[in-house]
């Protein structure tokens, strides 16, 4: 083996799926729960802005960081569609571990 010839390996980086990030869906629905209007507009903007910013900062593709911010918003709406309801919302992913 050549030592000056070596190469970096590469490898795939699997980012966790943001829309089962359970206590961030939970934080994030309880404080939209607790604004109005333009205020609860401005919160959900900046926390998509943040999560944009995070996924880019993994270097994901912006198609794919669109395609989670969208799977983050319908976790987080069925969140608050289980606060509205005043009832246990089932878990998030099921029953893994």
């Known amino acids: ?45 900046t926390e998509c802005n943040r999560l944009f910013g995070r996924l880019q900062a993994h270097r994901m593709p912006d198609v794919r960081i669109r395609e989670e911010i969208e799977c983050f918003a319908a976790a987080v709406q069925r969140e608050l569609r289980g606060m509205c309801q005043g009832r246990e919302q089932e878990p998030i992913g099921g029953d893994a571990a």
């Open 1 to 45: 083996m050549d030592l000056l010839s070596w190469e970096r390996p590469t490898a795939t980086i699997y980012q966790f799926p943001v829309s089962r990030e359970i206590g961030r869906v939970r934080q994030v629905a309880l404080a939209l729960n607790s604004r109005q209007g333009k205020q609860a507009e401005k919160y959900w903007r």
